[in-house]
């Protein structure tokens, strides 16, 4: 399934209305938000019908998902959104995330869990916004060009760059970072949390990783740097997207893409739209100079106007690359 789908949930005392645009969604909060009350709904919805004096207005069906039959119930479950409730603790598992990669359904999870065996975006976490009557989805990390952290638009100046992993990404920023810059590698998204609470790193520290599937770390290290104002974190998609996203194959196709991903990433193929920016980079440069693999960056991105444009992509508040 792909697109962005709206939802109206509602009964005569209580509206819900939101949009849905990947497969993984996160829905937080403390009791008495509304999240239980949402799934509730569907639920009655989906067992009784119109005759709760519920409606629930999509343009794919919906369904609830729970139980220690959760499996058999998924198996006949296609190209629906899919409501998971809080207590359902299969939702952390490993099995659980076997079951929904290449599955045709979207997922909204309803938990105070971190979900660590998934990769959901930053972007896709959000708590219940109430008034009266009406719900709505509220962002739970508030963002400034996919910034976190530091609240104005005051310039990033970093000592210290923590990249994400240990492949094509980091070879770009340690070759670009300052002189006077620090660039080092998580060797992969769980390990910056332990890395930004040891007493190893001194002065500001920025962080740079793919937002398009930091979620399950973003509760712990957003905790973090709310504590300590000398971290942020810049959490773009993927480092694929900022290639991407600076227009260096100068491909209109690319440009549309970029405008509404939701209607091209298909999350059966996709298990995170961070996959499907991989996947798109390689196939647009793979018969030019340009050519990228994951691995190993190509020297070609460091280049004059190439690496111009990439790092105009990069937010101009981040003060830590060579001019």
């Known amino acids: 399934m792909h697109g962005s789908h709206h939802l109206i949930v509602q009964s005569a ?8 645009k990947r497969n993984i969604t996160i829905i937080k909060g403390d009791s008495a938000t509304g999240k239980t009350t949402l799934a509730d709904m569907v639920r009655e919805y989906v067992l009784n019908g119109a005759d709760t004096g519920i409606t629930v207005s999509c343009d794919v069906p919906c369904r609830i ?8 119930q998924l198996s006949i479950i296609n190209s629906s ?18 079951a929904i990669k290449g599955s045709t359904n979207y997922f909204v999870i309803i938990t105070r869990e971190n979900l660590h065996a998934l990769p959901y975006s930053v972007d896709e976490i ?24 530091n609240e104005s638009e005051s310039v990033i100046n970093p000592d210290v760059l923590i990249i ?5 990404g980091f070879d770009f920023f340690s070759s670009v970072c300052s002189d006077n810059v620090k660039c080092i590698s998580a060797n992969g998204k769980a390990n910056i ?22 979620g399950a770390q973003m509760a712990n290290v957003f905790d973090l740097i709310e504590s300590n104002d000398s971290i942020d974190l810049y959490l773009p998609e993927s480092f694929e997207w900022i290639i991407l996203d600076s227009d260096v194959l100068n491909d209109a196709e690319v440009r549309r893409i970029l405008e509404k991903p939701e209607e091209y990433i298909d999350g059966e193929k996709f298990f995170s739209w961070e996959r499907f920016f991989t996947s798109l980079l390689v196939e647009k440069s793979g018969d030019s100079y340009l050519k990228y693999t994951k691995t190993k960056l190509n020297p070609a991105y460091l280049d004059g106007k190439v690496l111009s444009k990439i790092l105009s992509s990069i937010p101009e508040r981040i003060v830590a690359f060579k001019e």
């Not at 005392?13 to 849905?20: A, G, M, S």
């Not at 998902?65 to 058999?72: A, F, M, S």
């Not at 603790?89 to 099995?95: A, I, K, M, R, T």
């Not at 040891?198 to 930091?214: H, P, Q, R, T, W």
Request: charge should be negative; aromatic fraction near 16%.
């Open 13 to 20: 005392h209580l509206k819900y209305e939101f949009d849905i």
């Open 65 to 72: 998902l729970e139980g220690n039959t959760w499996q058999e």
């Open 81 to 98: 959104i899919v409501f998971i409730d809080e207590g359902n603790s299969f939702v952390s598992s490993l099995d659980f995330a076997n």
């Open 126 to 149: 959000y708590g219940i916004h109430s008034s009266g009557k009406y719900n709505s989805f509220e962002p739970v990390y508030h963002e400034l060009y996919r910034i976190y952290g």
């Open 164 to 168: 994400e992993d240990s492949n094509s």
């Open 193 to 214: 949390f332990n890395l930004l609470s040891s007493k190893e790193i001194e002065g500001n520290v920025l962080v740079i990783a793919d937002g398009a599937a930091f």
